[in-house]
């Protein structure tokens, strides 16, 4: 079986859902002293996102789709206000979160923990929305 170009949001929306459970399991890890375990999960969790990043950009620059959410009244803000936090949040996040993977690797940790005290929420938060939109549009 092969992916097609229309597969792609939902093989996004999966790696997206990915980074949240290995986001989420690297927190619990890191809470419990399991500091290995922290670095393995959180290190998947910066695959899959690269992974879904990857993919969003093979997509968005192969088809000319647009996608417009039809959904009407509360459901409809609360898309277009996920969707429009979402979008500048998932940018302004990649140069934040190699900046606290980079602090951690130079064992430098009072560095790491300052960063990803908002660094790691909103990574969450654009993971787990990711998913979300793609449910509202797709689903």
């Known amino acids: ?3 097609t170009i229309q597969d792609l949001p939902a093989l996004n929306a999966s790696l997206n859902g990915c980074a949240a459970l290995m986001l989420s399991l690297g927190f619990i ?3 419990l002293g399991k500091i290995d375990l922290h670095k393995r999960f959180m290190s998947l969790a910066l695959l899959f996102s690269a992974a879904f990043l990857s993919s969003y950009l093979v997509y968005h620059f192969n088809t000319a789709a647009v996608t417009r959410y039809s ?3 509360f459901l409809r803000s ?3 206000f996920i969707l429009f936090t979402h979008i500048p949040l998932a940018t302004i996040m990649v140069p934040f979160i190699m900046i606290a993977v980079i602090a951690a690797w130079r064992g430098k940790i009072d560095t790491h923990k300052k960063l990803v005290k908002w660094v790691w929420p909103v ?3 654009v993971s787990v929305t990711g998913v979300i939109i793609y449910w509202m549009l797709y689903q």
Do not use: D, H, I, R
Request: net charge neutral; no cysteine.
């Open 1 to 3: 079986m092969s992916l």
């Open 29 to 31: 890890a890191v809470k």
């Open 71 to 73: 959904g009407e009244g």
């Open 78 to 80: 609360f898309y277009y």
């Open 123 to 125: 990574w969450m938060y």
